[in-house]
């Protein structure tokens, strides 16, 4: 076997050619990893010698579960309290799937069994923060429980028992880590909790923990906040609440004390209890993450890279039980991130200890056609200067899961391996093939894909990158706060708007937390923002939106609960006032489809007579820009009316039915100063200058974001819905019908084919190719010598 001892390295992470990068010795480097969790099963060293022979050298070891036939109990951690600096030894009662005579895959035996295979490998090393069984077993009153009495094995975020062993456990296996001769290989440490980033019971849709030590708590964070009973019982409008007999809140308690009268944009009144504990978990999720990171600093020094698969902002609105597994599913499915406490994200990205966050990419746009997306919020992972690491778990034809999260299908291999690169690198991110078992990469044709893009991720290291004009989603996963914590219309405005609109209207997107924006490194090119969250028309949202937004020629689309509340109350006024029109607000739920009427306008171009956006889940209260000149309707439920300063009409672009078919404003325009930059009026544009779209209904179509892409002034790549990877210096289309492509370019450049390797042309404004079957093309944009005006055919 060779040497498992090399000269020790220094990793660091640090921005390098307008992104993050990882650094060996002061020197950017690119560290392409293969990662599998399947080393109990006998394809692993096969597996692994594949990947070895087609040149990976970078490897993750896994610390495997399985002791005293627990999936998740490891042999660093087999009991309450009972936590090993060198690993116990396995009984004979290991589990196994696949288990040989010669039993468990340690982390050792995984190093032997890469090294034989790749004498130069290095390592990043993951585990989980599972306690034993027999730990849950052993402190029933200290687990997770849903208002059931359902308990779950995993500790409780207010358990400090738990809190306490799991940091022993973590540290007592850096250690073991850190003094093997393998050590000076290792590149950093990723923690996988079981919930991915959520808890096991927010991961259900449950948003309550109310095991014992949760409801202590709870008590005393009451105690903290409010000092009196009268005080919590002024708050909670209760006068029977007292410090020594509040529980914690129950699933369905606060639509049974408000008699079902709880709309998705509540009163605050309505659920004060359940917003009190919901500040609560954010504090005991930062101490979680205080204890693993402490721990990971403890045993490995200052000087070790540690990341977390987490912050799933990219997933909000993730019914994450019923999506996998087809049951489980709940009327109100719970926000897993406000009942994790996973909220707040971007002060948790700017931490010192977290050098990288890797997730999987979304497991519900995986097969062609689809756009590439971290579950992780990458892009403001990217702007905080974090390596983003998508895991790329794509199941393939190649192994018994064909068939499973959109397996890649022969044929499809280089399309979608290809496109799942071009989308990282075109935002800063990168991305690693990684086997839940193994076998999805035992391929010949899918290696040598992968051995191409090792190759092809090398060349753009060096390569300098920014953001071009792209449309940004701005997600603020603190508002759920302000709603009554479901998932559904979430599912809608977050989640299918980026899968099916954003990523097929030919243009680049981005993604970010509304927190950003205040940002200084964030990106000022950019002059479209979707904003499905900006419920709360207080001090903070206002500034930003006046100092950050509303200027530039900017197109700023607001989603339909858009200034609804203060955070106390709910009224048209706070919307009236922060968009400059004038509302109408029904006080009930309401299905959401809009229909286009409107033929004139730009944003409405191309519209078939027959579109209409929208969905059958119904939420409320309703807010509706007000039409102020039209005839008086006395019919039906009657709305409460606020009318803006500014008393300019918008522009009527489609329309929303209502009770007894009334027929509202669905999706108006309104333009202020010298208005939108790509409105067609000549001249600069500065603060004051810029145009609200609101919309009473999401997700919107691919074909409108175009328009309104235009609208802003931003370039637009491709007409034909196809998937948009681009920075300035590339361009990529994922395209599946076939068909002519034409891209347009937003400027003139040398063009390079990079996975075919030739040059396409010395200077060129559009790109044009046939599509006959499922596709990517990637091609390298640079400054062009000699412009021409050429067109590559």
């Not at 060349?459 to 914590?485: G, H, K, Q, Y």
């Not at 993604?511 to 979707?530: A, K, S």
């Amino acid at each position: 076997m060779p040497s498992t001892t090399v000269p020790r390295p220094q990793y660091t992470v640090r921005w390098h050619a307008g992104k993050p990068a990882f650094f060996e010795n002061d020197q950017p480097v690119m560290l392409p990893s293969y990662c599998t969790c399947g080393a109990a099963f006998e394809a692993y060293t096969d597996n692994i010698r594949l990947f070895a022979r087609h040149g990976c050298r970078y490897f993750w070891l896994h610390l495997v579960g399985g002791y005293n036939g627990e999936w998740g109990t490891t042999p660093f951690w087999t009991a309450p309290g009972q936590i090993h600096e060198s690993p116990a030894p396995m009984t004979g009662n290991y589990w196994s799937p696949k288990a040989k005579p010669d039993g468990y895959w340690s982390v050792d035996r995984q190093v032997e069994t890469i090294l034989a295979a790749a004498p130069d490998a290095r390592f990043f090393i993951r585990l989980h923060d599972c306690p034993p069984e027999s730990w849950a077993q052993q402190f029933p009153d200290e687990v997770m429980t849903d208002y059931l009495g359902q308990r779950r094995q995993h500790g409780s975020l207010a358990s400090t028992r738990y809190h306490d062993d799991l940091r022993r456990f973590i540290a007592a296996f850096t250690r073991y880590c850190e003094s093997r001769p393998w050590a000076d290989r290792i590149v950093a440490y990723v923690i996988y909790p079981i919930g991915e980033g959520g808890t096991p019971l927010a991961m259900e849709g449950f948003l309550f923990d109310c095991s014992p030590v949760m409801r202590a708590a709870y008590r005393q964070f009451l105690r903290e906040k409010y000092q009196t009973d009268a005080a919590l019982q002024a708050a909670w409008n209760n006068p029977a609440a007292t410090f020594d007999t509040v529980e914690v809140p129950r699933d369905d308690e606060y639509r049974r004390r408000a008699a079902g009268g709880v709309l998705f944009w509540p009163e605050a009144r309505q659920v004060q209890p359940e917003r009190d504990y919901f500040e609560l978990q954010a504090q005991l999720f930062r101490r979680s993450l205080r204890v693993m990171f402490g721990a990971f600093r403890e045993a490995a020094g200052p000087q070790r890279l540690c990341g977390i698969d987490a912050f799933k902002a990219n997933m909000i609105g993730w019914m994450c039980h019923p999506i996998f597994g087809g049951d489980k599913w709940k009327t109100y499915y719970g926000d897993n991130l406000l009942a994790t406490g996973s909220t707040g994200i971007a002060e948790l990205l700017d931490w010192p200890e977290i050098s990288i966050v890797a997730t999987p990419h979304d497991y519900r746009c995986r097969w062609v056609w689809f756009g590439y997306d971290p579950e992780g919020i990458g892009d403001s992972v990217q702007l905080h200067g974090k390596i983003m690491m998508i895991e790329e778990d794509a199941r393939s034809y190649a192994n018994d899961e064909r068939g499973l999260f959109g397996s890649i299908e022969p044929g499809e291999e280089e399309a979608i391996l290809w496109r799942n690169l071009a989308a990282a690198l075109s935002k800063g991110q990168q991305t690693y093939p990684m086997d839940v078992c193994v076998g999805y990469f035992q391929n010949e044709t899918i290696q040598q894909i992968l051995a191409r893009r090792r190759a092809v991720e090398a060349e753009f290291l060096n390569i300098p990158r920014a953001d071009v004009p792209s449309v940004v989603m701005l997600v603020d996963e603190r508002a759920a706060a302000d709603t009554d914590f479901s998932c559904e219309y979430n599912d809608l405005a977050v989640i299918r708007q980026r899968i099916h609109g954003l990523n097929h209207c030919g243009v680049p997107t981005r993604t970010f937390l509304w927190d950003d924006i205040e940002r200084e490194n964030f990106p000022r090119c950019h002059r479209l923002f979707l904003l499905p969250h900006c419920y709360r028309a207080d001090e903070r949202n206002l500034r930003r939106l006046r100092e950050r937004l509303f200027r530039d020629g900017n197109v700023i689309v607001f989603g339909p609960g858009s200034g609804i509340t203060d955070g106390r109350t709910v009224s048209p006024e706070f919307a009236a006032a922060m968009m400059g029109l004038d509302f109408e607000l029904y006080d009930y739920e309401y299905p959401r489809f809009v229909t286009f009427d409107n033929w004139t306008h730009p944003l409405t171009a191309g519209a078939d007579a027959h579109e209409v956006m929208g969905d059958s889940h119904r939420y409320g209260p309703v807010l509706v820009p007000f039409d102020r000149r039209a005839p008086e309707c006395k019919g039906g439920r009657q709305p409460r009316v606020a009318l803006a300063a500014d008393d300019r009409p918008f522009i009527r672009l489609g329309t929303l039915a209502l009770d007894n078919g009334k027929r509202r404003p669905g999706l108006v325009v309104k333009e202020f100063g010298r208005g939108a930059a790509g409105n067609g009026l000549p001249g600069p544009r500065g603060p004051g200058d810029y145009a609200v779209v609101f919309t009473t209904a999401v997700p919107l179509p691919a074909w409108l974001l175009r328009n309104l892409a235009r609208f802003s002034g931003t370039h637009v790549y491709d007409d034909e819905d196809d998937v948009v990877y681009a920075d300035t210096s590339m361009v990529a289309i994922h395209a599946v019908r076939p068909g002519p492509r034409t891209i347009a370019l937003p400027g003139e450049f040398a063009v390079r084919d990079v996975l075919r390797g030739r040059r396409v042309a010395r200077a060129a404004r559009r790109i044009r190719f046939n599509v006959t079957a499922p596709v990517t093309r990637w091609f390298a944009l640079a400054p062009c010598a000699v412009p021409s005006g050429g067109v590559q055919r």
